[in-house]
């Protein structure tokens, strides 16, 4: 079942995407099935296990569920020292 929701992207992702937010209507049951989905749309090649994913402004798990009218925030892997 197909559920509106705005994705949010940041530093490399946005890069991919070629913007910062979209808003799509996707058949998608958790935050994984909406990575693995924008991954080959945008073309990036990170892999799911380096980044981390918010629904609605909360850290989640990738197993999180999502619902319609949810904002999911892809963050891809920070190297810092």
Known sequence: MKKNITVRYFAGFREHAGLGEEDLSIDAATASDVYE???HRHGSSEPQGHC???INDEMADWNSPI???DTVLL???V???
């Open 37 to 39: 989905q924008l991954k």
């Open 52 to 54: 981390k994913v918010a």
């Open 67 to 69: 619902n319609d009218g």
């Open 75 to 77: 963050f891809p892997p």
């Open 79 to 81: 190297a810092g020292g």
